[in-house]
């Protein structure tokens, strides 16, 4: 729930984004701008980083934890990894919207549909915690 609610509340601001404004620029002058970097360096860092400390999050589950335990830390590691790719997609839909270049409401698509595409599954959750076949059973 918390992984659609994430999804939709920034499928919902691009749009937003979108039909607030006249159209894209599509050329834009790179003198002065500081956001042309800013935005495309934190959406690699984002993208990176949060695979990063989704792994790290799950490395320090032990693995003799009850499934509860296991099911609590994956979730919080989860929610990280979302909050970092949507903290990049909404820095580029409010750059976005105020200067409508293309290039930041594309980074942004490209991020939403990165999370879109990290829904927590039954396969995913077995295979990251590396389950056990009695627990394996429990899911």
Request: hydrophobic fraction near 50%.
């Amino acid at each position: 729930m918390i992984h659609i609610a994430l999804v939709l509340g920034l499928v919902i601001f691009g749009i937003v984004a979108y039909f607030s404004g006249e159209g894209f620029v599509t050329q834009f002058t790179m003198e002065g701008d500081f956001y042309i970097y800013l935005v495309p360096s934190i959406a690699i860092l984002a993208y990176f980083g949060s695979k990063l400390v989704f792994k790290q999050e799950l490395s320090k589950i032990d693995k003799s934890a009850t499934l509860a335990q296991k099911f609590a830390k994956y979730q919080a590691a989860s929610i990280l990894k979302f909050a970092l790719i949507e903290g990049a997609a909404l820095l580029a839909l409010v750059e976005f919207m105020s200067t409508r270049y293309s290039l930041y409401f594309t980074i942004a698509i490209c991020l939403v549909a990165y999370l879109a595409f990290q829904n927590p599954t039954k396969n995913k959750l077995i295979t990251d915690l590396q389950l056990k076949p009695d627990e394996q059973k429990q899911v």
